[in-house]
């Protein structure tokens, strides 16, 4: 074919360039389906959160596990009970926080001393809700298994704490011996002078933890479980909670269980009631106190219902306290 020829081919007449010009169109629209066509849209997966978080202290390993967490309406009035609505919704709209959903997290601490792998907290009943009471499965998948576990220690008698314990009237940690603090352990034993919104607690305890009292060493505020780790009082949360200095080669880490149970609320007003807490003015009281001393000291903490991996510091901010979660920090 010659030069011109081609030429020729190509010129149109109207009819034919409005044919081509659908054509066109046609040709788009199917460029357009054949990506989409060829990759699949990728199916929505839900949220993924992680569970398990390790690190050192000094010749210590502590591995944070998210137990679960549950959602629900608040943070008013369980956090701020004695501030109106509008103030709590006011501080957490200010931080980004929604003003009426709320998410409690549950996470336990484990530390492996080298000589002694230490459960602080069992977390919940398995079972008792969908989102939470997988500590014992995550446990294997953070590479222990549950008889490996040498000392459950409970911070305090909630159901989150020690819900984890037996399983079909069975200890989940076969080998472990227990560690209570022996106020905390006869309140909730003896049941006298239980509120009405706590006898569900108490009923739970005495299938959960009672019958484990045999093989339990029943302590008091600084009391050492083993070398490295000693207990505090933090009373007021529940009547008698321990919290926990950990050290290891002069690294401290600080196991304040429940004394703070909202990272921004409670820690930038200590003073703004809980309504978890049995004797709130005793754990406005023990807020303070812990936080002074932990600003002051600068000890990382870890809490019980702090943001996951729940490992952070306190700052004193003008207001109360900020939470500071940590970073790389403590494996260099
Ligand atoms: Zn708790």
């Given at each position: 074919?010659?030069?011109?020829?081609?030429?020729?081919?190509?010129?149109?007449?109207?009819?034919?360039?409005?044919?081509?010009?659908?054509?066109?169109?046609?040709?788009?629209?199917?460029?357009?389906?054949?990506?989409?066509?060829?990759?699949?849209?990728?199916?929505?997966?839900?949220?993924?959160?992680?569970?398990?978080?390790?690190?050192?202290?000094?010749?210590?390993?502590?591995?944070?596990?998210?137990?679960?967490?549950?959602q629900g309406n608040g943070p008013h009035p369980t956090f701020g009970a004695n501030q109106p609505a509008e103030t709590v919704q006011a501080l957490v709209a200010a931080h980004g926080l929604p003003t009426t959903r709320h998410e409690n997290p549950y996470v336990v601490t484990v530390v492996n001393t080298g000589k002694e792998l230490v459960l602080f907290d069992a977390g919940n009943p398995k079972g008792r809700m969908k989102t939470a009471g997988h500590l014992s499965d995550l446990l294997v998948t953070a590479g222990y298994s549950p008889a490996q576990v040498d000392i459950v220690v409970l911070t305090h008698g909630h159901p989150d704490h020690v819900g984890g314990l037996m399983a079909d009237g069975k200890a989940i940690y076969p080998n472990a011996r227990y560690v209570f603090g022996a106020q905390e352990f006869d309140y909730w034993n003896k049941g006298d002078n239980i509120a009405e919104n706590r006898k569900a607690t108490r009923e739970l305890f005495m299938q959960q933890a009672a019958p484990l009292a045999e093989k339990s060493t029943m302590i008091k505020a600084s009391d050492e479980v083993v070398s490295g780790i000693r207990s505090a009082a933090a009373y007021g949360h529940s009547p008698g909670m321990l919290a926990f200095h950990i050290e290891s080669e002069g690294r401290r880490l600080y196991n304040w269980a429940d004394t703070a149970n909202h990272y921004l609320i409670t820690l930038q007003h200590p003073e703004w009631h809980v309504a978890f807490d049995q004797d709130r003015d005793m754990a406005v009281e023990t807020r303070k106190k812990t936080f002074d001393m932990l600003a002051m000291e600068k000890i990382p903490v870890v809490g019980f219902h702090m943001p996951f991996p729940s490992v952070g510091w306190v700052e004193k901010a003008s207001t109360g306290y900020r939470w500071v979660p940590a970073s790389f920090q403590f494996n260099l």
């Open positions: 074919m010659k030069r011109d020829d081609r030429m020729t081919d190509f010129r149109t007449t109207r009819r034919e360039a409005l044919k081509l010009a659908g054509g066109v169109a046609a040709l788009g629209a199917i460029a357009g389906a054949v990506p989409t066509a060829a990759r699949a849209a990728a199916p929505m997966l839900g949220v993924s959160r992680p569970s398990i978080y390790r690190f050192k202290l000094g010749a210590f390993e502590v591995t944070t596990i998210l137990d679960g967490f549950v």
